[in-house]
């Protein structure tokens, strides 16, 4: 298993709009931000998602980082704060990826 920080700004715009009075970070940013990271990381170009689940909300100013872990077909993910889980899931590496 593989480790990296991922770094959200407090003031990202996606926590303005979701929700005001209670902002939390819409699930699709967290993902492209995974994403990012993880191809950064391994080297690949990842081409889908075969699965994610969204177990905890994220605030503003929560430390996250990534767990995860690659195979020839796919990147199995894990999101924390802390200990809390905050979601789940696997990526699909695309065929023509360098790695």
Do not use: N, W
């Not at 303005?16 to 819409?26: D, E, K, N, Q, Y």
Request: include cysteine; hydrophobic fraction near 45%; glycine fraction near 10%.
């Amino acid at each position: 298993m593989q480790y990296a920080t991922l770094s959200i700004p407090t003031d990202h715009p996606a926590y303005a709009g979701h929700f005001p009075g209670r902002p939390i970070l819409p699930g699709v940013v967290l993902l492209d931000q995974a994403q990012l990271v993880i191809e950064k990381a391994c080297g690949v170009l990842l081409g889908g998602l075969s699965l994610a689940k969204f177990h905890s909300p994220v605030t503003p100013g929560e430390g996250l980082r990534i767990a995860y872990r690659q195979d020839a077909a796919m990147v199995v993910f894990t999101i924390l704060h802390g200990e809390r889980k905050v979601a789940d899931g696997k990526f699909i590496i695309t065929p023509e990826s360098p790695a």
